[in-house]
């Protein structure tokens, strides 16, 4: 037996002990060993904050699973760390917590084995503490008890054999890899001091992240709302979504439905895009939530996502755009319009991968929808440009605190921001209004007008019936079904009215025949006004007159012919007869 000091009093040879003893787990492919341990490895060591002493080591990781998140055990030249899950608290709280629990080599008891315990297999290290292992892995649990146990003895004796006696060309090896391990540690060590120490200013700058939760709520509400009216969870159809304010450069610009450029933003095309969109939100919005503050945030947010709804309106052709994904790629910008502009305030350890994270994200993703027809690139492009220029103007100082002050400044510059918004906006609605095509002015004008010219038709279909009964006055019951039939048919009539004077075209033979329609059910109120006059006074003029029933009704048809012909030749004229489908718009 050769003497070797115990880890705190010498630590060169301790530790190429200690990585000759976790060297023997090497051929498992479960562990992963200093200096090459895994990226996900060192994200949890990070993330857990693992309370390393100075001169402490992470020389080895053995992947592990608890709940489904990868809770890795971690071993390191004194101690033992892995996770545990605690169970709901008593207070009603039904979450569990992991939590991340050590002990020091010279602490544990002896022998160290590997136990069936009711959750799989496990080590028990000292006073019924005990390491869950991986399950179906009886000869890595030995392994592991055994490297465990030899560390145990060394360090509470001071004793162990000789390394050297053992295998003299592992300690030359360990001994030539020990730097790199020791320069690794050490960037572990100021990564994790400089992550705790942005998550410290991250709290406080924004204590409580309430935007972002509140977003994802109001966009599966709305989702859900759109299913319980009957619309189709997975495919629903562009009328559906047109009917719920979906974005679409022909009602905007033509109707000046300006309305749906902020709605469409909360509107989702099935539960696969509402799903993938708030996965992105819940975990890229809290972070830049605390560093805008919950008012800059949702700025950032409602500009990005009618920034993007503006861009898409702006690009042909003309199609419905529905989703918050313009929103998610301005919270992306204003994540890098912060990492510029708070470049010397924020660790370069924690600003580069941030940095590496957001631009991967946008790379990513501009080469998928590259490549996939139905994803609305433009929407995606304009809210990341808006949410970065906006990014630009309300990025505070940092670190920074909640403030009367810093509430005002935002709110002044939010108002700025929504100015320039408006401007680019307005900019974008009159240069697509000389861009639109001949089909985009026909399906909008289609789609504004047929519900009307729908409620035309079936009033004009009751003309015979009431020249029947006109012609039967003298007979109550005659008299007592033309006043209803008269007086329902003036109220659908009046409502109709209203609904085809709203209908506007930059098209100026769809104008006109727009005014036709209009001018048609407007002598189909007065032909039911007539008829009602003819009932109380028996004057022959209310029904043969100039004024009466059957002028006003023939004035009625002649409209509405006169309205089919405009709106046939504007189709002939632009070679829309066969794409429209219909001859009718």
Known sequence: MTEILAPRENSEPWDVFVLATCARLGPFSQVHLAPKLTSATLGVAVHANLPLEPGELLVAAVDNVLDGLSCPILLTTRRVF??????????????????????????????????STAGGTGLVVADGRTIALPDGQPALAAAMADAIQTLSVAARTGVAPSIEKLDPELARRIAGVLPKVVEANSRLR????????????????????????????????????????????MTPTSGELLKWGANDAAPVVLGHEYWRLAASVFLHGGLLHLAVNMWCLANIG???????????????????????????????????SVGASGAIFGVIGALLAFLLLRRRSVPSSVLAPLRSSAVSFVVFNT????????????????????????????????????SVARTARTAALAVVAALALSGAGAAAVHWRSQTLSPYDKVKDYGQRMDPANQKFLE????????????????????????????????????????????????????????RLLESAQKEQIAAMDAAEQFEKTRDQAWLEGPDGFIARAGASVQHERECRAVELKFLRDNDLLEESGDPEP
């Open 190 to 233: 100021i990564y994790g001091g400089d992550l705790q120490t942005f998550r410290r200013d991250l709290m406080t700058a924004t204590p409580k992240t309430f935007v972002t939760p509140t977003l994802i709520v109001s966009c599966v509400a709305v989702f859900v709302a759109m299913v319980a009216s009957g619309i189709s969870p």
């Open 286 to 320: 809290p972070l830049v939530e605390r560093l805008y503050g919950n008012l800059g945030y949702a700025v950032v947010y409602l500009a990005s996502g009618v920034g993007g709804a503006i861009a898409s309106m702006a690009t042909p052709p003309s199609r419905p």
């Open 367 to 402: 080469l998928f929808g590259a490549v996939v027809p139905m994803i609305d690139q433009s929407a995606h492009m304009g809210g990341l440009a808006t949410g970065f220029l906006v990014g630009l103007i309300l990025s505070p100082s940092w670190p920074s605190k909640p």
């Open 459 to 514: 009033s004009a279909k009751d003309f015979p019936k009431i020249a029947q009964l006109l012609a039967r006055i003298d007979e109550p019951s005659a008299r007592s079904e033309l006043l209803q039939l008269t007086g329902a048919l003036s109220a659908l009539g009046k409502t109709n009215l209203a609904t085809i004077s709203r209908v506007r075209s930059t098209a100026p033979e769809l104008e006109t025949a727009a």
């Open 82 to 115: 892995w996770f545990s899950v605690t169970d709901p608290k008593a207070d009603g709280d039904r979450r569990k917590a992991i939590h991340c629990e050590g002990i020091d080599y010279r602490q544990m008891g002896s022998p160290i084995e590997a136990r």
